[in-house]
């Protein structure tokens, strides 16, 4: 007489390889789901909360009584060039190369990169004038 042990061990295999296509059917679906336009969801995701934050710093340290900036509310002053399409020039304050690194050395102490610029030192830390950075590239 044999006593078979393939039944129970048939099934549980069988069970946990269900499991398993369902986890990567699963995973699947949300993947394809998770492919949008402009690249992968979370650099988009992080690019948008730099460029919101960069915004909001640019309305609180209050760039705009000098400046015009597209969809920025508050002042619109002309002390300073507007901000439209600053995000498409090659150079920015004249001869500064148009690098996020650049600008954002730039938007927080102009005058140490162009010691003649009318425009002033800003109230900004590395992290702030970085998202203003970038806010500044979206707008083009
Ligand atoms: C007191 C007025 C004043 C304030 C405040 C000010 N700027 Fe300026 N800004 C200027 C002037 C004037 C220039 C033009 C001089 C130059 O390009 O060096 C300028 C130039 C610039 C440029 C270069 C534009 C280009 O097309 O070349 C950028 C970018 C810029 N400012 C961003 C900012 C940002 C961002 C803030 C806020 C963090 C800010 N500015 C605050 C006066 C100001």
Partial sequence: MVVSPSRPVAT???????????AVGTAAVLT??????????EARDVAEA?????????????CGVCHVIPNVPGPRGT???SLA?????????????????VLAAFVRDAPALVPRTAMPP???DAEAARDVAFFLSTLR
Avoid: E, H
């Fill in 122 to 124: 800003m109230p900004l």
């Fill in 85 to 101: 399409g600053v995000g498409n020039r090659a150079f920015v304050a004249g001869t500064l190369p148009n690098r996020p690194d």
């Fill in 12 to 22: 549980d295999r069988r069970s946990m390889m269900c499991r398993g296509l369902l």
């Fill in 32 to 41: 394809g789901c998770d492919r949008l336009p402009g690249g992968r969801p």
């Fill in 50 to 62: 730099a460029a919101m934050r960069g915004k909001v710093a640019v309305v609180r340290v209050g």
């Fill in 79 to 81: 002390v300073g060039p």
